[in-house]
């Protein structure tokens, strides 16, 4: 009896590690595949006061030289005060506030898999700064300040990872576990049976 509860224990810790194998290999490019955690102001953020910077989170580290971040504002203005700067995994810009509507925040990078990721996330300030006057000569009447209504276009809820791997580098390490825990069940099974 006891030597059979050793083959069933040996056959079952052979068959979950070829299957924990070969979870884990499809998992590996995965891993090195980056991709946006988090951002301040958050997506779909709506701000009555504008930020004095806005920063990305990256679940890995970002490279300078492959990381594109652009910020635009209504009317596709500018809206970067500055480049951007590292620390970690977090890349920060001065923002430079314009008139009120939808902002956009774009970013490009190379993960370390050599794909690239793209993506953006947009939050609208509620109020501007006044819109400048087209000619310094133009007399007071005709350049009255105007604050542009906030942009019809809705925020979209969720950061767009163009490619992004949709979260399945977790499903395939959770699976991993269970089968390592399974694995471990077998061994100990088989240790018992080795007592007896």
């Not at 998992?27 to 090195?32: L, M, S």
């Not at 102001?41 to 971040?69: N, S, Y």
């Not at 996330?121 to 105007?146: D, H, K, N, V, Y």
């Amino acid at each position: 009896m006891g030597g059979r509860v050793a083959r069933v224990a040996r056959t079952w810790a052979v068959v979950l590690g070829v299957v924990a194998a070969s979870a884990l290999l499809p998992a590996a490019p995965a891993a090195a595949h980056n991709s946006l955690t988090g951002s301040d102001p958050r997506d779909g953020a709506r701000l009555a006061a504008a930020p004095e910077r806005i920063e990305l989170r990256f679940l890995a580290t970002p490279k300078e030289a492959t990381t594109e971040v652009t910020v635009t504002g209504p009317d596709n203005v500018a809206a970067a005060g500055g480049a951007p700067t590292f620390a970690g995994k977090r890349v920060t810009v001065p923002f430079r506030p314009g008139a009120a509507g939808l902002y956009i925040v774009t970013y490009r990078l190379a993960s370390d898999d050599g794909h690239p990721v793209k993506g953006e996330i947009r939050f609208t300030l509620t109020t501007g700064t006044p819109a400048e006057s087209p000619s310094a000569s133009a007399p007071p009447t005709t350049a009255a300040p105007t604050t542009a209504a906030p942009s019809p276009a809705s925020p979209t809820p969720a950061a767009v990872g163009a490619d992004d791997d949709g979260g399945t580098g977790w499903l395939w390490a959770a699976g991993a576990v269970v089968v390592l825990a399974a694995l471990g069940g077998g061994l100990l099974l088989r240790r018992r049976a080795a007592r007896r």
